[in-house]
């Protein structure tokens, strides 16, 4: 390596590395030894000022930035920094201005072409000077990055197939709780007022109601749950559940709300954020015990852009835009790697008590909403979660939900045709619809549904219509009515939520909904308002 004077641009006669690399007045660089060492190192040496402005430079850095040694010389190595990560470089450059020995930390350093090469630095500082190998670890960032978004996605598989159980067990358990609702409903109908046996009957309709709650629970796990969108405030559903959160959170534990103002509203079933809440602010107090705490929930809002989500749970093919959040963090326990990778889990619980669908119904929730979740946590550390749900901006279309013990005196007229693959199913909307002065019709599939309205279609006056039925689905045998009667009437069931059933009827919309499981007085009320549309 050839050493002479040059000057650095701005006047100034410093010495320079063979490549116009500077070196400090001190000799640093004029020991022969040192001179191999510049030539034959892979790795990017440098040489800067104590306010990190470059003096020298090893001949690397043409391989690895594409720079002359000659072009960084007095110049601050920030400038080459990406933005992001100027913050941490500056703390590096200032903890050895204050005397650290040996800092290390990795940075984003721009090339000549633009774009941006990762490095791994080791510095210390030696009296005015810093001295700095950077390792360029490009390709093995490049490789974490692939190999967490093949982990991401393999989770997401799993979740997904999780998911899919769930929500096809919960599917067929809730045409099973029809015949149980529906029964128990038609007999209590039947029964006088003061006859005792009622209280027996009363007592499998409350059985089967907790029973719906379950499914529900997976159902929300399989992002199915049954939601009622409209525009939300998130600060003051927060707000409203002050006092119960504050129970939640119990005597040890201290609740701190920091909810920022003037945040957007998101597009979200209120009762399914508030439980969203509820079940982190819950897992928040059981990670604290009985010692005393802290959980801090936040709020805010932030830009997400494309792979800013690399370690986020349902991020997968997220759109980049706006997002409002929701953040729980506690001084807990915490939990190790293990530990947080199931904590979604259906059924998955630490507790000897749990049934471990609380943070499982918050995942299906948050799917539901399109949203996506972020979680930090280590053995002793605290976890923190955040729910981040996208900023609302399009109003929703649903049917009002139907307003409990409406429906049972309505007495109407005319035929309908059931149509459903469970047979518990339809003998049930058979005999509560004829109890109330209706014909009744039945198909199994969505063929013989088509046949029958084919024939006598001028005669049905409505049609209660499953949406998952085998071969012809209820979409299906939907678009077939209508080619047959443009004008008929129909009425979705699933035992999916309102949103999922309906939301691929996008040109033409069915009359009404009802979701499984539903007792009598339910489906008279959609019945009615749907024949009153």
Not at 52 to 62: E, H, N, T
Not at 228 to 243: G, H, K, S
């Amino acid at each position: 390596m050839r050493v002479g004077p040059v000057e650095n641009g701005e006047g100034a006669r410093v010495t320079a590395a063979e490549g116009g690399g500077s070196m400090s007045s001190k000799g640093v660089a004029e020991s022969p030894r040192i001179e191999r060492l510049f030539e034959l190192s892979m790795d990017l040496l440098c040489v800067a000022d104590s306010c990190g402005r470059m003096q020298l430079l090893s001949p690397a850095v043409k391989e690895i930035l594409g720079y002359d040694a000659g072009e960084l010389v007095g110049t601050s190595l920030i400038d080459l920094v990406h933005a992001d990560d100027r913050p941490k470089t500056q703390k590096a450059v200032a903890e050895l201005a204050a005397g650290q020995a040996i800092v290390d930390f990795e940075s984003r350093c721009r090339t000549c072409d633009g774009s941006y090469r990762w490095l791994a630095w080791r510095a210390r500082s030696a009296g005015d000077e810093i001295y700095a190998v950077g390792r360029d670890i490009t390709a093995r960032k490049r490789a974490e990055a692939e190999q967490q978004s093949a982990l991401q996605r393999q989770h997401a598989q799993k979740l997904e197939s999780l998911g899919r159980l769930a929500g096809g067990i919960a599917h067929d358990f809730n045409n099973l709780l029809v015949g149980i609702l529906g029964n128990a409903g038609l007999a209590l109908m039947k029964l006088p007022a003061d006859d005792p046996s009622r209280r027996f009957i009363l007592g499998i309709e409350t059985a089967a109601q907790r029973a719906t709650e379950l499914t529900n629970q997976m159902l929300a796990y399989a992002g199915r749950g049954q939601f009622f969108v409209e525009p939300v405030a998130l600060r003051e559903v927060i707000e409203d559940m002050q006092p119960s959160l504050n129970a939640l959170a119990g005597n040890r534990a201290a609740l701190r709300l920091q909810l920022a103002e003037g945040l957007p509203a998101i597009e979200a079933d209120p009762a399914q954020v508030q439980q969203v809440v509820s079940n982190l602010i819950a897992n928040a107090a059981d990670a604290i015990g009985n010692r005393p705490g802290t959980i801090t929930l936040r709020t805010g809002v932030r830009q997400v852009a494309a792979g800013d989500l690399v370690d986020a749970v349902l991020a997968e093919d997220l759109p980049a835009g706006l997002y409002v959040y929701l953040e729980v963090s506690d001084d807990g326990c915490g939990m190790d790697a293990a530990i947080l990778g199931k904590i979604f889990d259906p059924f998955f619980t630490t507790k000897v008590t749990g049934r471990g669908l609380g943070m499982a119904a918050v995942l299906g929730i948050v799917r539901g909403h399109g949203g996506f979740i972020e979680t930090e946590s280590e053995a002793g550390g605290g976890t923190t979660i955040r729910v981040s749900f996208p900023a609302y901006d399009q109003e929703a279309l649903d049917w009002p939900p139907l307003p409990a013990g409406e429906g049972a005196d309505f007495e109407g007229s005319g035929t309908v045709l059931v149509v459903d693959d469970e047979s518990t199913v339809r003998d049930v909307a058979r005999a509560c619809l004829e109890e109330h002065g209706f014909t009744v019709l039945t198909a199994a599939d969505g063929h013989q549904a088509v046949e029958i309205y084919r024939r006598k279609g001028g005669e049905i006056a409505l049609v209660l219509l499953d949406m998952t039925m085998p071969e012809l689905d209820g979409e299906g045998t939907f678009a077939a009515l209508r080619e047959i009667r443009p004008e008929v009437k129909v009425i979705l069931s699933s035992g999916y939520d309102e949103k999922q059933a309906t939301g691929r009827f996008a040109e033409v919309r069915p009359q009404g909904f009802v979701q499984k499981p539903y007792r009598p007085a339910d489906l008279l009320l959609a019945v009615r308002r749907a024949l009153e549309a």
